[in-house]
């Protein structure tokens, strides 16, 4: 701690000497000139950099065309008619008049036009290509494409305006490139998120949404209900793959549960319907439709397609409920205690899930249930 003032204090002496040197360079003083008409020249030096180019274009006229003629005309007046600078003689009275008149009134319109001139010489010979710069800074900043610099072709030995235009053409080269590559690296990096978001909702085997996303989608759907008609849920359980898994293997299994996956993902609607593989052998399909008889249909062909699709004779059980607000009817009640399946304890993990769903899922577990005590390969609603 006790280094640290030293060090400040050395690095503004380095600063301090360098504003020395780059001021005394600037006006070609020697490095031993004194502290304060270095401090005047820098003090100056701010003050020009303060004015707009038209004004500093106004008094550098004032100070080559105006102040010239105006102590030439003192001069004039100050000797008298008697002799000129440079004239061996003195000159008659009318000649003398004559020159004094013509300086006087060259001084009065050097005078009067100084500003204008001023302004127009500087819009000739400076302010175009400052607009044009600006303009071309502005776009860049607010984002836009700018308008390319009109440029001649490049020469060895350009002027100072030439080099900022081509080099702001090449900035802005630059910069859309950037740009171009950040917006590809940016859709890369979304298309990435989206693809490990997907993964996250989706079953690996089956390529439907995972049990996660069917309890979101269930709790959405459930707290939609009060604004739009009652969904349905249909909650499907392939008969005998326990079989299938012990005569021919997990492979096979699997194989028959991406067909069923299939299945299902060809009946339902995309963007409306949510398909899902709750776990094993059971799927959750969630319809955001309230006539039962079109969910009916739905299951219908799904059995069928199922059926005719493999030949290791399994068939589905299909439960279909409606989903009841709170305290509407007396089923819910008894529903909730109808036996449970594997489909109903994996449907209804979610402990914090409403009174209502609860019971719409035990309702389509129990129809589920219903079936297989038939023998299975049939559809229930309750």
């Not at 019971?359 to 559809?379: E, F, L, P, Q, S």
Request: glycine share 8%; hydrophobic share 45%; proline share 5%.
């Amino acid at each position: 701690m006790n280094h640290t003032p030293s060090c400040n204090t050395d690095a503004a002496n380095a600063a301090r000497t360098t504003d020395r040197t780059s001021a005394a360079s600037i006006v070609g003083l020697p490095l031993a000139t004194p502290r304060w008409l270095r401090r005047l020249i820098d003090a100056f030096w701010r003050g020009v950099d303060a004015l707009n180019p038209r004004t500093r274009l106004a008094i550098a006229l004032f100070l080559v065309v105006v102040v010239p003629a105006g102590v030439l005309l003192h001069h004039l007046e100050s000797q008298g008619h008697a002799v000129l600078p440079g004239l061996p003689r003195a000159l008659p009275v009318t000649v003398f008049e004559d020159a004094v008149l013509a300086v006087a009134l060259y001084l009065a319109g050097a005078l009067v036009l100084c500003i204008p001139v001023a302004g127009l010489i500087c819009r000739f010979v400076l302010m175009r290509d400052i607009h044009a710069i600006n303009a071309f800074c502005l776009a860049l900043r607010e984002g836009r494409q700018p308008r390319p610099l009109s440029l001649p072709n490049e020469q060895e030995d350009e002027h100072d305006l030439l080099r900022l235009k081509r080099n702001l053409e090449w900035m802005a080269h630059l910069v859309a490139s950037r740009e171009r590559h950040l917006m590809a690296r940016l859709e890369a990096t979304d298309s990435r998120a989206r693809h490990m978001e997907e993964l996250a909702v989706r079953d690996a085997l089956t390529g439907l949404f995972n049990r996660r996303h069917f309890e979101r989608r269930l709790a959405e759907l459930a707290a939609e209900a009060r604004l739009r008609p009652p969904f349905h849920l249909m909650l499907v359980d392939c008969d005998r793959f326990k079989a299938v898994n012990d005569t021919h293997g997990h492979s096979a299994g699997d194989e028959l549960l991406r067909l069923l996956g299939d299945v299902i993902a060809e009946a339902v609607r995309v963007g409306t319907d949510t398909p899902c593989r709750i776990g094993g052998d059971e799927f959750g399909i969630l319809f955001a439709c309230p006539d039962e008889n079109s969910v009916r249909a739905v299951a219908e062909r799904i059995r069928h397609r199922f059926a005719q699709c493999q030949n290791h004779g399994c068939t589905l059980s299909i439960g279909i409920a409606r989903y009841r607000q709170q305290g509407e009817g007396r089923a819910d009640a008894a529903c909730q205690l109808a036996p449970v399946t594997d489909a109903g304890n994996a449907a209804s993990a979610g402990e914090g899930a409403p009174l209502a769903v609860q019971a719409m899922v035990a309702r389509a577990d129990g129809a589920v249930y219903a079936v297989k005590r038939r023998g299975g390969n049939g559809i229930a609603v309750r």
